[in-house]
């Protein structure tokens, strides 16, 4: 494809350019000088590449300019691209000409060890460090993979409202805001309801956007801002909904694994454990999940009303937290879908099991690693009179619902769907400690600067 804006070479590309001579435009990762060389490490967003300078070759003017460069300057260096088989892009080139935009002083990021307040702190510059630059390509290639995913399937993108009159998720953890004359607002926890009314109008549909929960819990796992992709579908009922979660996971690892070679390299990822995530995916019953815990005695720390401790069996009726994900997950190489959970639990839109009313037609897909809940979904409940019951139940405004109780009442179909957190999704796929590192700017409880 031929484009009218200024086009670059990029690092990236670099090996196709072999023994020509090309100008990058860029920034000093690092420079050290020997004798008569000059070695600048240029990165300029795709990639980083060695540039070396011989003096000898040069003007004294390109080699003082080169000299004055100090980390994170930014910098235009021509030269003949070589091919270096020790260098990992695998070529290196031959400088002939510097152009110096700026001189950078004091940059506060040096390769020394930063505490991760410091960095967090500093996260507008931090993004520039070789392993955040490897998680954001990453995260940019599991976003395409989702868009890719759905759009090759027949399903059309329905953008929900961010601003919502009404909880999706639990009225505890909200965000408010006053809205005009027409009341109180609330950040969207998830697009799900609306892409319901959406698959009524289009069938298959996806919402892709930031939702927002008032997370209290500080955990490496929890944003107060993350982007979710929820997919709904017409006419699919939960085992639909899981044979679609699986071939969508299954697809963004494997694009990952094909599109993201380099940054696994450099984020010291074992491939062979995303190699292994391949359909068809583990799935057991939350009643089945429960009778595993207990039969290998993995007990539950209960607090007794004196302050005490005790452990005690799993009790079936509760939710796991992430120490019984975790064990559960201990025995799977590739991702777990848990189904069926019991109907207290869970959000009130989820359809009664018919052959257990105690649960709901649930799924929620565990992966492995330690990386706990990537998807949570369920086929919905289409019967109006049920579904009311149910927000009556949970003491949910009824006006608020109105218009999706509606969707009952014309036309009503089985219906399902997911929503898979990309945040989530990218840490188990890189292996970061820490959800605040996979989102550009990550937005917590104690975090919302820079
Ligand atoms: O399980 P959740 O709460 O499900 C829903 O919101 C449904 N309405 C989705 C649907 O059926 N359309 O959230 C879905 C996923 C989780 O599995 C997790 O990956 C992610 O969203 N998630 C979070 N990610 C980061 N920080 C948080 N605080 C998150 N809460 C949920
Ligand atoms: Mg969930």
Redo the contacts with the bound molecule.
């Keep these: 494809m031929t484009s009218r804006y200024k086009s670059y070479v990029a690092i990236e590309d670099l090996e196709s350019h072999i023994g020509e001579t090309v100008t990058l435009n860029g920034w000093v990762y690092d420079k050290t000088e020997k004798g008569k060389l000059i070695f600048i490490k240029l990165r300029d967003g795709s990639g980083t590449v060695q540039c070396v300078l011989f003096k000898p070759n040069v003007s004294e003017e390109i080699a003082a300019a080169a000299g004055s460069l100090s980390q994170e300057s930014s910098v235009s260096i021509t030269g003949t691209v070589r091919s270096e088989q020790r260098s990992p892009t695998g070529v290196e080139l031959d400088v002939t000409d510097v152009r110096v935009w700026q001189v950078s002083k004091d940059y506060p990021i040096t390769p020394k060890e930063h505490g991760v307040e410091f960095l967090m702190e500093h996260r507008h510059l931090w993004l520039r460090s070789a392993r955040q630059h490897a998680i954001m390509r990453v995260r940019s290639a599991v976003v395409k993979a989702i868009r890719d995913f759905f759009d090759g399937n027949g399903f059309r993108l329905m953008d929900s409202p961010i601003f919502t009159p009404n909880a999706?998720?639990g009225t505890s953890t909200l965000f408010e805001t006053e809205y005009f004359d027409l009341g109180k607002a609330y950040l969207t926890?998830?697009?799900?309801l609306y892409?319901e009314a959406s698959a009524m109008a289009l069938g298959k549909v996806y919402t892709f956007g930031p939702?927002f929960?008032a997370?209290k819990s500080k955990t490496r796992?929890?944003?107060?801002e993350?982007w979710?992709v929820?997919p709904?579908m017409a006419y699919f009922d939960l085992n639909d909904d899981m044979d679609l979660a699986e071939d969508l996971v299954e697809y963004i690892v494997q694009y990952v694994l094909k599109t993201c070679q380099r940054e696994l390299a450099t984020l010291g990822r074992d491939i062979s454990k995303l190699e292994a995530v391949r359909r068809p995916f583990y799935r057991m019953s939350y009643t089945e999940a429960v009778e595993w815990l207990n039969k290998n005695e993995i007990k539950l720390n209960r607090k007794q009303a004196d302050g005490s401790e005790i452990q005690i069996d799993f009790p079936w009726g509760e939710d796991f937290g992430a120490p019984q994900e975790e064990a559960i997950m201990q025995q799977f190489d590739k991702p777990c879908i848990i189904h069926r959970y019991p109907t207290e639990v869970k959000?009130f839109y989820m359809k009664r099991d018919p052959e257990n009313v105690k649960t709901v037609l649930a799924m929620?897909m565990l992966a492995p690693e330690g990386a706990g809940?990537?998807?949570?979904?369920?086929q919905r409940e289409d019967d109006h009179d049920q579904l009311l019951e149910r927000i009556l139940h949970e003491n949910l405004p009824q006006e608020a619902f109105q218009w999706y109780l509606d969707l009952r009442k014309f036309g009503s179909v089985p219906h399902s769907?997911?929503?898979?957190?990309v945040?989530?999704?990218v840490k188990w796929i890189t292996g970061a400690e820490h959800?605040r590192e996979v989102i550009p700017f990550p937005r917590m409880i104690y975090r919302i600067v820079p």
């Design positions: 999706c998720e926890q998830s697009g799900q892409a939702t929960r997370e796992r929890h944003l107060t993350f979710m929820e709904e959000a929620d809940e990537i998807i949570g979904g369920s769907g997911f929503g898979l957190g945040e989530r999704t959800i």
